[in-house]
C-alpha cells in the first residue's frame, strides 16, 4: 500500500483538507466505520449475560478483540487485557486501585516534565490524597529527558513511576526499556496515547508494569482506551467500580468478584467501539508497514526550518511524528485560525500540558502532527499556509 | 484571502504589535485577572474608577492577535466612560461578536471584530478582555475596601 491508497481508505479527506492534527485524534479510515455499523446491523447484543445465540456472537466478537489486543502489544495473556475508556480512565484506574494500595504518607510518585495532563492529575490528587510527594524528573531544552537526573530521583520513597512512551508535544520517544531497568523494580507505567500508532510495542521487552493506550489515536473510535497490567498486579488490584459484570456473586451482606480483567469492567462495556478498534488494530498493523512517517516528519522538520522567524520546540534524535514551533510576533492561535482559513488543520494551545509550557517559557505552541494517510501535498498546503500567515503579520 | 482580511482588519493588526494603554496601575481600586485556558490567553487589567467613572484603564496581555486587540480597543472605548456604560458596552459588543446582535449600534472601532462570528472558537479570544473588565468592574470586596 502507498500514501495513495491509504489516504483513500478515509472517508474525511476527500473533501482535500490537510489534517495535521492526528495526535489529538486520527481520522477514521472507512473499514474502521463499516465494521462498527456491520456489527450494530449482524451481530449486536450485550455481552457475556445472554443464554441465546446472539449475545454469544457478540461476545465472541468482543474478547475476540481482547486476544488481538494482546497480541497487538505482545502481552502474556488476554488476561491482562482491561477495556476502559481511554488512555485517561486507564492511568486513572491505575492510580486510584493500585496507587491506592502502594503509596502512602511521605512515599513519592515519580513523572516527568513532558507528561500530559492526564498522566499529573491523577498522580497528584493521589498524592494529595495520601499525603504523598509528587515529583518531577527535568527535560534539556531540546525536550529530552535527563536521565541521569531521573535516575537520581528514584528513592527508597519512590512507589510508583509513570511515563509517556511518546510526548503529544515535542515528539520526544522516552527510552522505556532504559527507564525500566532504572526503576529496579519500582512499579512503572506508561502512557503510550501517542505511541501506538507509530511504533512496534512489545510489552514483555519493555519490561513495565502497566501500558495505557487509547483507540481513538489509532484509527479506531473513540471511547475506547486499553489498560494493560502485569497479572500479579491485576489479581492483587481491588475493584475500580462496582456494577455489574464485575462480580461473581453478589448479597447484601457480600460480593464477591468476577476474575481479572472482568473485574475491572463494570457495566455494559462500548461493545461495538470495542469492535471497531480491532479493525483498527489490524489497520494499524498494515499501515504501518507501508508508511511513510518518518520521512515525512524529517521534510516537515526541514521545511519548517527555512521559514525565518519560526523556531521548532523539540528536536529530541529519536522521535514520533509530531511537530511543536512557534513564530515570531504571531501567537499560535492565530497560526491556528489562518491555516484552517487555507485548509490545514493543526492543533494551537498547551496540548493539555500546561507544566511543559511553563517549563519551555512559551505560552502556546502550534503543533503538526502526521498520520499515515498524510503525504507531501499536505506539507506543501501547509507551507502555503504559513507564508499566508508572514503576509498577515508581517 | 477575503476571510483572513475580514478577521484580521488592519486596525486589530495595530492595536495587537502596539496595545494602547498597556502597563499596570499602580494604585488602582479595580483590578481582575483573565484566563483563556483553550489557548493560553492571559489578561491582567487594573482601572482607576472614582465617582463611577473609568478614570483609568492599563492591562497586560499575553494572547493572540484577537484578544490583545480586543483588550486594546476596550480600553480606549471605556476610559472615561461610566461603569455603567462600560458594562452596557461589553453586553453589546459581545452581542455581536456572538452574532446575537445582527446589527452594529455604532460602536466605533469595535465594529471591527464583527468578523469574529464566523468563526466561534475565536468569540472567546475577543470576549475575555470584556468578561476580566466586568469582573473587575463589579468586584463587590474590592468597592469594600476601597479609600
Known amino acids: 500500500m502507498n500514501a495513495v491508497s491509504l489516504r483513500e481508505q478515509f472517508p474525511i479527506l476527500r473533501s482535500g483538507l490537510a489534517y495535521l492534527d492526528s495526535a489529538s485524534s486520527t481520522q477514521k479510515p472507512l473499514r474502521v466505520i463499516e465494521r462498527e ?13 445472554g443464554v441465546y445465540k446472539l449475545s454469544q456472537t457478540a461476545t465472541d466478537a468482543y474478547e475476540g478483540v481482547r486476544r488481538q489486543t494482546a ?23 491505575v492510580a486510584s486501585t493500585f496507587g491506592r494500595q ?5 512515599d513519592e510518585v515519580l513523572i516527568t516534565e513532558m507528561e500530559h495532563h492526564s498522566n499529573i492529575v491523577p498522580w ?12 518531577v524528573a527535568a527535560i534539556d531544552d531540546d525536550g529530552v529527558l535527563l536521565l541521569d537526573k531521573f535516575a537520581s530521583l528514584i528513592t527508597a520513597k519512590t512507589k510508583l513511576i509513570a511515563v509517556s512512551y511518546a510526548s503529544n508535544v515535542l515528539g520526544t520517544i522516552n527510552p522505556i526499556r532504559e527507564i525500566v531497568q532504572m526503576a529496579n523494580g519500582i512499579p512503572v ?4 496515547a501517542q505511541a501506538v500508532a507509530h511504533e512496534r510495542v512489545d510489552v514483555q521487552a519493555l519490561g ?15 471511547g475506547v482506551g486499553v489498560l494493560h497490567g502485569k497479572l500479579e498486579h491485576l489479581e492483587s488490584m481491588p475493584p475500580y467500580q462496582g456494577g455489574g459484570d464485575m462480580i461473581r456473586t453478589v448479597s447484601f451482606e457480600k460480593t464477591q468478584y468476577n476474575e481479572v480483567p472482568f473485574k475491572f469492567e463494570a457495566g455494559t462495556p462500548n461493545i461495538a467501539g470495542v469492535v471497531g478498534f480491532g ?32 523556531q521548532i520546540i523539540g528536536n529530541a534524535e529519536h522521535r514520533s511524528p509530531v511537530v511543536s514551533f512557534v513564530m515570531d510576533g504571531v501567537h499560535p492561535h492565530d497560526i491556528g485560525t489562518i491555516l484552517d ?6 492543533r494551537a494551545g498547551h496540548h493539555c500540558a500546561e507544566p511543559l509550557m511553563h517549563r519551555l517559557n512559551v505560552p502556546a505552541t502550534a503543533r503538526v502532527s502526521l498520520g499515515v494517510y498524510n503525504d507531501e501535498s499536505d506539507i506543501d498546503k501547509l507551507l502555503k499556509a504559513l507564508h499566508k500567515v508572514r503576509e498577515v503579520f508581517g | 484571502v477575503d476571510d483572513l482580511r475580514e478577521l484580521y482588519q488592519q486596525v486589530i493588526l495595530d492595536h495587537y504589535k502596539q496595545p494602547r494603554n498597556s502597563g499596570e496601575i499602580e494604585n488602582a481600586n479595580r483590578h481582575a485577572d483573565g484566563n483563556n485556558p483553550l489557548c493560553g490567553d492571559k489578561l491582567h487589567l487594573t482601572a482607576s474608577v472614582s465617582d463611577g467613572k473609568i478614570e483609568d484603564i492599563k492591562f497586560q496581555a499575553s494572547g493572540c492577535a484577537i484578544s490583545t486587540a480586543s483588550a486594546s480597543l476596550m480600553s480606549e472605548a471605556v476610559k472615561g466612560k461610566t461603569v455603567s456604560e462600560a458594562l452596557a458596552l461589553g453586553e453589546q459588543f459581545r452581542g455581536v461578536v456572538t452574532g446575537g446582535t445582527p446589527e452594529l449600534h455604532d460602536m466605533g472601532k469595535l465594529e471591527v471584530f464583527a468578523g469574529v462570528r464566523d468563526y466561534p472558537v475565536r468569540v472567546k479570544c475577543a470576549v475575555l478582555p470584556w468578561h476580566t473588565l466586568r469582573a473587575a468592574l463589579t468586584q463587590i470586596e474590592e468597592e469594600v475596601t476601597t479609600e
Open chain 1, 37 to 49: 455499523a456491520s456489527f450494530y446491523k449482524e451481530q449486536y447484543a450485550n455481552v457475556h449475560r
Open chain 1, 71 to 93: 497480541a497487538f502489544i505482545n502481552a502474556k495473556s488476554e488476561r491482562e487485557i482491561v477495556f476502559t475508556k481511554g488512555t485517561t480512565e486507564a492511568i486513572n484506574l
Open chain 1, 102 to 106: 502502594r503509596v502512602g504518607a511521605g
Open chain 1, 124 to 135: 497528584q490528587m493521589l498524592c494529595e490524597e495520601k499525603g504523598a510527594k509528587l515529583v
Open chain 1, 189 to 192: 507505567l506508561v502512557d503510550a
Open chain 1, 208 to 222: 513495565c508494569d502497566f501500558f495505557a493506550f487509547s483507540s481513538h489515536k489509532m484509527y479506531g473510535p473513540t
Open chain 1, 279 to 310: 479493525e483498527a488494530i489490524s489497520f494499524t498493523q498494515e499501515a504501518l508497514r507501508s508508511s511513510g512517517e518518518n520521512a515525512l516528519t524529517q521534510l516537515t522538520i526541514d521545511k519548517l526550518k527555512a521559514i525565518p522567524g519560526l
Open chain 1, 341 to 346: 482559513i487555507n485548509g490545514v488543520a493543526i
